[in-house]
Structures are given as structure tokens and as C-alpha cells.
């Protein structure tokens, strides 16, 4: 406790003197021989000569006769010279070039006689259809400079040119250890505290991709000399190490220790956020590099700081970033102590790129999975408002950003159906979810930063859906409101329901503790309509203020055993088992904006909800009514 | 002999009518389980569902201590509250919250007493500084959809939801059988008549990089039963079969017949070039594609026929090609029979990206090794002039061609060492030089197709070098002419000289065969120069208009025995060990222009020139004298 990071370098300025000094230590790439044809993708360690000559001998370019071009001069259409059988020889395309000949002609052009004899028409030239020799590559000549990344075609002509071997940059083995009394090798079973181990299997994969070999270590415990055995054997056996977890202030953290004792730490605490508390240490030229425990801190890390000395190993130039401009749908506040990584979602809705901030907890890694972009709040910079133009790192093509359904409005299971059926049906089309509730789906279309919302909005008046939403909210119209389920809404309760929550009202119970969704969703609308109705005092409802995004979240909470109710529907208390005190059925219907209704995605949109597919997987999932998906809702 | 195509079908029909054949015979990507950690880079086959979920229990985000909130309510900075030690658990980042706690106060905001109380300045919200559960991934979610690739995050993902194994599109194996008699695994020692065999290796290369396992079988004699077991074997092993050489019109040609007795035979003939003896043949669902000996053929046939069902198979979209607009520096003439590939050198002199056709031998895989773009000729199409606007298809990034030097003018291998030397130095600038003679070279600067071009032009009159030929072409300036080298001119000569050439004048002797330079080179012009200075007819050359573009293949002639006598420089009849006759030493220096000359390129290219390890190089090379390289010469 009380222990204090000892640095806030700037990025640049860490990241720069790291590579000085491992430099000065010595780190450079190392080079192997090996066989020609395991060298796709390799980078050449210096120039490549030819052995031989390729084609190495004067060969047949086509099928014909060989024979010496002296014998056919003067031979003409009308004065035809007829050649004796030993003046000439029968050849194929590429066969050799017989001795004292040099020069071939085509079958095509020669006239076969009895007597074995061959008559031409046409003189040929000297040389005319043959190969010379060297034609493709000549011997002692050079085939590739160095530093080349080695092609299909350059395989090719290395072997023509008699090169069996190489010598190529070595691939770079990368020394990945877990750490910690709480990690455990991946299951589907952990107990409370454990955690798996899965940051070694992201970094692997990252270590593959950018050309290293990754080799992971065996989980080590919170023990200074365990750490330190296995950080010395890997420093040992590896060119570079991860040493994985125990960067961050917490009561059981090595690894600076570790590295100190072994070779030198050169900054702990770097000014990004997530992963300040990164370690950039090293034994002599061997990087060693302190990342955090959490996956979003440790991807991060080692994308700055590992991936350049893999190129400069590689001799490679680090890959040019590809980035855009892209339009802000949230507001991203940051602080000015660090630069900031925000992940986002990306889509075209019309001509505009919009980017949507994901989840920014360092631990939660799918986000960095449904992440189409970086976005990167430099230091000394408090954020950006909603609406703002970004530059943002691209981390999918835009090509794929132009084929991807933007849907953002009320969480529902049946979207990543939805999502799922139309990529399963056409590949070349993708969907991106964002779950903001209702309102915030109407808002999202009305800004022109949504291809489709899903709603179920109640009026609570008329007791009537969606419509008056839209009438209200889409004034002059613009929008096409498009019927998708009608769903099973209710009180999720735990098994059994030991409580014995009977009616709604039983939620503001003593020792009930709620689970509430976010303000804004249709469920949230849906709750405080209820406490209305019924006469329940919102603040007498224990967790009122405790909110999630999505029904499974909700589920999830009541399922664990750290909540007792929540609003939500029937899939969700299906899917975890739950028990359901039903409450009404909603329409939850899509809206979908005029602009947006002729695209190819909203096409197959369309098509998906009518199809006997999405039925079958809604009619699984339980709780749900089909009536006409698909059609359009006459709002009026 | 004697033997037709059956088909000259266009591309795209032939391709479509391939796929909807093989399609409706059943050919379908096929699915394995394997290993979450395994499954970087592959396809989901389907949609994949968290198992458990992550955090699978609550978890504290933050180093402090644990508690029921109730406990804490009240508490301000004026009335502290003190909690005793059985009211709370000290928990580290990432510690299960205890039973009956739902809340976290950082250890920053709490004071510690002596006798193990803690006192706290403000109350806790309930569940504050807590990860829920499913925070990341919630049990029966869908984490990634079917037929999408496997990112690093999302095995992270997939771990921490409980997926230790998922069904992925299992990589098809192709199977590839080299046929034919003259054929011989890679060496270093071929005789006449051999053909190394060295497509299967560029066609596995290929096959890695789309996602498939390629599967080479040995080497298959031109023998009818022979060739059908194989393809029995290999349709029986593998799901696409590619059966090499044998599908032109030579008398050893089984291909079409083997296809025919074991499946079908859809197409034989396409009109495309190279690559037009093209066999499309399949086993049932099993595509068996014959393909053409010559590797840029092959190349391009398995590029246009096999990749796209590659891409079916592991249902991925195509890559988008990325194509350009270049303006052509030489013209392509091409028939109109066939859409015809032409292999192309690119390079950015200014703003204008230049593209310069390379050789279009089929047999010349160094010029697909050379090529960074492709320009199709569609069928119809006659061709295009020089200086036309063409759309060429990128093989290399368009960062890459902006920070590539374009060397165009006469031959010398020093140019492939500064190449090197340039790369090497630094790897993100790169050299494309293309060898046109010195007046090419000349001309290709004056058309602002190049930043540098080598020249070595003697003005007879004055027997000084360059200096007279920079004066008439460019009368208003805008060049720089830059030292390089001075280089030993001459006869090469055979081995020990056996035709006893000892002056210039023997080249026309009766018996020797000359080989010689290509019209408009520097040593085309001197060897000219010389045979007016010696009263030699080259009408009694025996060879002279036997043309061949760089000292090497000159030289490689006569070394190999097939020519006597050539013109050219000491350091490639050193490299080949020919005997040499010196007629003169010669200035060869590089032509800039003006708008090139600030250009990094161009700096690291004079920088370069000055350096020590350009003069050890030269020097080891031979017949090079070095006066202050590097440096402007005056021209005026």
C-alpha cells in the first residue's frame, strides 16, 4: 500500500529511449539458413546472389525443329529449301538446343516429306525461338537485396537460380509469463477469485501475426524467487520476455524487484491510459517488458512498446497506420495526465463515418474484439464533445466499415441473430450493435448516426408502442417504423423464487435487492411506469440506482446471487434459468431512416426478418411473438 | 501435333460457369474443432456462445477494502464514520467481494487506526468500485458470429467466456503433382534438358498466404497411368487438385485426358495470357485445375481460377484489389484475342506514378519477383501507347512505390549493390532500376519518368563522356550529372581464348560468333564507334543483331559456349570468368533531375555513392577505378 508509480513518461519519449538504450546494449535481429522453399514471408538477412544461370541452357522455345540457321538462308515462299534428316532435330518446347544448332522453327511452318526430309519457306534468323540461356536470371547476378520480405515469385527465381538456401532474419522468440496466485490455465469451471489465464493466448497471437515466436512459460505464483528463476530462464532461452501481470501497485507485485535484480528497469510508469503501469526493463540487449494484468492494459502495452523492437529485429519497417476521420457519437472525457485510448465502433451511415466509444474498462476485452477503430486522446487534452470530428486508427478496413448495418438503440438477444444470419448469408456484410436504449436509438436515427434502432417504447397513455414516439420525434416523418417481435416482458427473480416476489410491488420489499437497467432503455420506462402505477417509491427499491446496459446483465446479476429481481424479458430469465413473474407483452420494433431503407444492408435486413431462419432461432430462444416481421408499421 | 484448344473462353465466363459446376457437384468448405488458443486467423463456422461468464464473479476493481454500503451511509468529511474490523475485508484489485459486501472504498480514502478500525470521510454507493459480473462477457451471449476471423481479442474473449474449443472452417488442402519427364527436384547442378521444379514451391507459397495447406506430391513422369494414379491419389487426399505442366499442346500432353477418365473436363483454353492452356476439370466436387508448365502462366491461373474458391471455401470475402491509375512508359502491344497480363515496374518521379512494362516471357519469373503492379489488357483491346493512362492493379502498397527510387538508363550490377546497400541502410526506401541503354535512360529523365539514370555516352568527335550529350539534350539545364564510376571497357572473350581473337577487328573473323548489346546502350554505341575506327563491316559479324540487354547475359553467352566474343565491362567477364581484351575505360556517372535531387531517395542514393562500403563493393567487384563519387560534375 502507498506505493507510487516512479514515472509518467510521455510515450514517445519512453518508447524512444527504450529502443536507445537496448541498442546500445546491443539488441539487433539474428539471422538462420534456411531452405529456399520455407522462406515465403521471411525477410532476407543480406543480398541473395544466383548460383546458376536460369534457364541454364539454350532451350526450344517451341515445338518444331532445331538446326543451324546458315542451312535455311535464301529459303522463300517460292524458292523452298528442303532439309536432309541430319540437318536438323525434332524438338519441344523446352527441350535443349542440340549442339551446332542455333536457331529453331515451328512445326507450324515446316512441311514433313516422305523421304524423312523437312522443307521451310522462310529463312530463319540466328537464335529466333530459343531461350538463351540467363534469359530469366543470370548466375552471380543478384536476385534480392537484403532486408526483402521473400515472395511466391522470389522462391521461384531464387531456385532457378540454384539458391537452396538463405540465410533469413531469424524469427524472434518471444517469452511470455502468466504471474499470480489467482491465475489459472483456461476452464469452463473457475471458482470465485480465480482468473483465467487467457492474456498469454491474446499476445500470442498478436506475437504471430507481427512475425515473432511466441513461447509461454507456466503460470508462476506471487513468489519474488520463483519470479525470478523463470524470468531468468526465459531471459536465457528467449530474446525477448512479457513478464505478465504484477506491474500495477498492488500488495503482491514483483516484477520491477525482479527485473532490477536481474537487469535494469529504465521506466515504471508510462503516461497512457490503460497501461501506465507498464515496466520497460531489460537484461542486457533483451528486452523485458513489465505489462499489466488486465488484457485491454497488456494489448495495448505491447503494441507500443514490443511490436517496434519486433520490427526493428525483423529489419522491417513498422506498418503505416491507416487512419480517418470519424465523427464522435458520444462525448470522451479524459484526462490530461495521460494519453487516453478510447475503442470504437465504426460505421457509414450516409456519407459520414461515425465512431462510437466502447466500454473503457481495461478488462473487458471483448470490446477491444467488437473495436473498429482507436481512437487516441493525446496528453494534456480533456476529451472531445459528441458530434466532434476525431482522427481515429483504423483497426478494420474501410471497405468492411461501408458494408456494416449501424444498429443503436434497445439491447435485445435477437440482434446478434439478426447479425449472425445476415454475415452467415452474405459475407460480405457485417453488423455493429451498440446498446443505448430506446431513446437513445430515436436520438441516434435522428442524428443520422443509425441505419435501424430497435424500440418499444410505451405510451403510457394510450398504452399503445412505438407510434406516438415517432409522430412526436419524427415530425415531418423521415423514417419507416418496421415490425420485428413482440416480446415477453416481466419481473426476472432467482430460482424458486425464495423472496417470494408475487407482484410487482414486492420489489421495494425489505432485503430485496434490485437490479435496474439504464436510464433512457424501454425498460427502464417501463419500470418507473410501473412504480407509478402501483404506487412504489423508487427510492424504497434497494439497487435502484444500480444499473446495466442489457437484459442478460440483468439476468446475470439475479443469477449469481448478488441481486434478487429486475426487469427484463422472458429469453433472458430463460437463458439463465431464472424464475419470471410476466408483466406485459411488448412491441419491439425496428426504426429505420428513409436514407438509409435501399442499402444492401438494410435489404438483407428486411429479407432476414421475414426468413423462416430468424423464426426458428427467436422461436428457440422463447418468450417471443411473430406477427408480419418485416413490414413496414403504418405510423399514422 | 497438330493439336487445338478446344475453347478460347472468355475469363469471367469461364470462372463463373467453374464455380456454379463445381457448386452444384456439392463443393462446400468443410468445418473442424479445434483449440481456442489455435484458432488465430481462422473462420468461425458458426456463431459462437460464452459458456460461463467473465468476470465470472464480482470481483474489486481497485485496491481497498470491502463492505456492506449500509454501513458506510452517512459518512462526510465532518462526520467520519469509524467501521470495525469485522465490518470489513481488505481486498486487492481483482479479489471475489466477500458475501454479504457490495461495495469497495479505495485505500486512498480510508485512515487506518491502531487498533485495526478504519475510518472513512464519505459513504460508499452500492456496488462502487466493483466489476460485476458479465461486466465483459455474459454466459449464453453470442460472442463472435459465424464466418468471421478470429481476432486476438476475440480468443481472449472466447476464453474468458468458457470457450476452450470452437468449430472453425478447416483449411482445404491442395494438392499439387509436378509432371513431366524433363523435370528435377531444386539443385544446384541441372544438366541440359533438365527443368528444375520449382512451381509447387511458388504455388505453396501462394496457397499459405490465402489460408490453404498446400500438399506437394513427388514428381510424376510423362506417363498416362502414372499421372492418372496420381490424380486419383490426390483428389482422394485432398479437396483441390492442382496438376502442373502438361496442359499445352506438346506430344507428351495427358492432362486433359487423365481429367476426362477420373471426372470432367469443363474447359480446355481460356483467353487469357499467359495462361491460356488452362484446364478446368474436377472429380465431382473436387476441382482439379490443369496448369501451365511455364510459372507466370501458372501464376496467373491459379490466381485467377484456384483463389476464388479458396475464398469460397473458407467463406471469406475476396480481397478488394487494389488498382491504380499509372501512366505506361513504354508501349503494350497485345492481341486481341486474349486479355493479357502485363507485369509492370512502378515508381512515383513527382506526382506521376509511372508504370514500365517488364519482360512477358512466361518463362521469366525474376520479372513477377520485379513486378509491383499488374496491367490487364482486356480481350479486344490492341494495347496502349506510351505515355497513356493505364489502370494497373497493385502487388505492392503505393507507401512503398512513393519511397522507391526509379533507376532507369544503361546496365551495371552496381546498381543492384546501391540498391542493396540503400535498402539495407534504410529499409523503407527501396530502388526499381530498369535497363533501357544510356539514350533510354536519357530520354526517360527528360520525360520525368526518372529520378536517376546511369549513362555512359562517348561523344566520338571529342572522345569525352556525357558531358556533350547532357549539353544537347537538355540545352536549358534541370539535370545534375553525378560521379560514379570510371569502368574498364572490352572484348570478353572465351576462356583462354581459343579463336585467338587479339584485336577488335577478329570479332569479324570467319567462325566467331559475336554476341552483342541492344540498340541505344552505351556499349552498343562504343562497340559501333569501333567498328567504324577499325573498318569493320558488322554485316560480317556473324551475330550482331543477336541482342542481349545487360553485361551479364552477354557474358553468360559466352560463357556457356554459345557465343565467342561480346562487348562489354571487366567486371562481368571477371563474375564469369571469360578471358578480356581492354579497349577503353569509361565514364559512367548518373543523371539526375533537378526535381528529384532534394528527394530522400536521391540523398541516401549520393550519400550512397560517398559511402565506404559502395567503394568496397566496387572494389571487389573489379575493373572500376572511383574518382570522388558522388560529386556534381560541371557540365558546362
Redesign the interface.
Known sequence: ??FEYLTNVPLEQAREDYIALLQQNGFAGQTETIP??EA??RMTA??VYA????????ASAM?GVALRARDSFGATETTPITLRPEQFVVV?????IPENC?AVIM?EDIVKNDDGSITIHAAA???QHI??????????????????EV???????M??G?V?TLEVIRRPVVGIIPTGD?IIP?????K?????E??S??????L??WGACPKTYPIVPDKFEQIREMVEKAADECDMVILNAGS?????DFSTAVIREIGQVLYHGIAIKPGKPAILGCRGAKPILGVP?Y?VSG?LVIEEFLRPLVDRWL???SE?ESSTRAVLTRPVVSGLKYREYVRVRMGYVGDKLMAAPL?R?S????S??K?DGMLEVPQGTEGYQSGEEVRVRLLN?K?RLKNTLVVIGSHD?LL??L??LI??DD??LF?SSAHVGSMGGIMAVRRGEAHAAGIHLLDTETGEYNRSYIKKYFPHGGVYLVRCVGRQQGLMLRKGNPLHIDRFADIAKDGV?YVNRQKGSGTRILMDYLCQRDGVDPAAV??Y??E?I?H??V???IA?G?ADAGMGIYSAAK??DLDFLPVCVEEYDLLIPDTAWGSPMVRQLIATLKSAAFAARITAMGGYTLDRPGEIIDVL
Open positions: 500500500m502507498g529456399v522453399q515465403y514471408g543480406k543480398a548460383k546458376i544461370n536460369a534457364p541454364h541452357y539454350a515445338d519441344d518446347t523446352g527441350d535443349p542455333d512445326v534468323a540466328p537464335w531461350r538463351q540461356i540467363g534469359e530469366d536470371v543470370c548466375a552471380g547476378e543478384m536476385v534480392l537485396p537484403g532486408f526483402m515472395t511466391p515469385a522470389a522462391i521461384g527465381a531456385i532457378a540454384g537452396l489467482e483456461p476452464c469452463a469451471d473457475p470465485p477469485g480465480d482468473i483465467l487467457f492474456n493466448s491474446i499476445f500470442s497471437a498478436m504471430q501475426d500495477s501497485a498492488g500488495r503482491e494484468g488484457p494489448i529489419g522491417r519497417e503505416a466500454p474498462g478488462g473487458v476485452v471483448s477491444f474484439m473495436a478496413p471497405r438477444p446478434d441473430e447479425a449472425d454475415h452467415t459475407h460480405s453488423v435487492r434497494y439497487g440506482d444500480r446495466e442489457t442478460n446483465s439476468a446475470v446479476q449469481s448478488s437463458l439463465y
